[in-house]
């Protein structure tokens, strides 16, 4: 499966943007898919995953309750809503992809993907 980001740019803080994923290649349900970011010199971080079917969601704490993922199966793409933007929110966006077998399991570490996009730079302004 090939992945594409989009929708990164500059905001202020506490505004908004939404990432988008699109995935070609492989049927895009046969994946769990996930939402890193990293900044420079730094480990990449899981910041949200969501299950093949979409039934299963996880957050990092640093996220949950601003950003929201989603996923569209027909249209074979992969969404991350960000509310209330900080600083902190700043770095590059990456989606990643994993086939599974389980339709609730959702990876949260780096090393369980395989499949990644080019990256998407988010820039949180005060």
């Known amino acids: 499966v090939q992945l594409v980001e989009s929708g990164g740019g500059l905001v202020q803080a506490g505004g908004s943007l939404k990432l988008s994923c699109a995935a070609s290649?492989?049927?895009?349900?046969?994946?769990?898919m996930g939402w890193f970011r990293q900044a420079p010199g730094k480990e990449r971080e899981f910041v949200a995953g969501i299950s093949k079917t979409g039934g299963i969601t996880l957050y990092a704490d640093s996220v949950k309750g601003r950003f929201t993922i989603s996923r569209d199966n027909a249209k074979n793409i992969l969404n991350l809503q960000m509310n209330h933007l900080k600083l902190a929110d700043t770095p590059a966006y990456y989606c990643?992809?994993?086939?599974?077998?389980?339709?609730?399991?959702?990876?949260?570490?780096?090393?369980?993907?395989?499949?990644w996009g080019q990256g998407t730079q988010v820039t949180v302004s005060s």
């Open positions: 290649g492989r049927a895009f349900s046969y994946y769990a």
């Open positions: 990643a992809a994993e086939p599974q077998i389980s339709i609730v399991y959702v990876p949260q570490r780096s090393n369980e993907y395989d499949h």
